[in-house]
């Protein structure tokens, strides 16, 4: 089992079913609690349930069902579904599906609902934002957002162009909220660079991360980069502190020096 400070979970779609990896038991997270449910014709179901904790599952690839009491929800990529606290839900597919799950604990109920993201996010001004300017541009799509009720958690995904830095400039938000980065469609021998440090001469964690890698983020600003000719693309998951009170994209502190360059944040 990782240590309890790990924040470097190598290859998280390695096992079919569903696995949640990083919780507070066995990573820097607090709150956190985030895996990944990969399905196929071999291992058609899988079931979850967390109780006390609010619910969020991103569709990364293929496609299948999500159930949750009598709804059923037909998801394929970067849909997303928020599942109320404490309600159990199943996955199925009769091809194959990869769903990263993200759930943390919670007071306060809100209802499950069901984001499409060709429907409802890709051409939202409000939940795909095109961020900065070359070398640093990205598109971040927020699918479970402000268009979603909820306590503590934000869901989405960030594309880059080959070569560029995202995260950028570098933020933190250690007193607020935790994040997790989860690296997908990054064909090797492509590779990212994640940074995350309080004092760049002294960084906490610099380490080369490849599709499947996942990292959290409890403190420090933590910028990424993708080697020349690939890019770096990541679902996230951003996790407030406390019940209704930091669940938002903005609000980050901008690493000194750094200031004049905006973080397209909102």
Known sequence: MPHKKNWLFRDTASHKGRNIEMTPDTSAFAVISAGRIILDKATP???G??????TTLLCLHGNGKVRVGDEVFVVSRFDGVYVTRGASFEVSTDDFIDIVEGSAPTEKTWPTKFVSFEKDVKNSDSLTLHVGAEPYYRDIHKVLAENVEGSRLLMGVTMSKPGNWTSWPPHEHAATRE???LFFDMPRPGFGTQFIYSNLDEPEFVQPVYANDA????????PNVAAPGYPINFCW????????TWRTLAGVNVQPGFESMPTGLR
């Open 45 to 47: 179901r899988a079931v």
């Open 49 to 54: 349930l967390n109780e006390g904790s609010e």
């Open 237 to 244: 998951i951003l996790c407030s502190l406390e019940d209704d």
């Open 179 to 181: 994040e997790l980065y």
């Open 215 to 222: 990292v959290t983020i409890v403190e420090g600003y933590h």
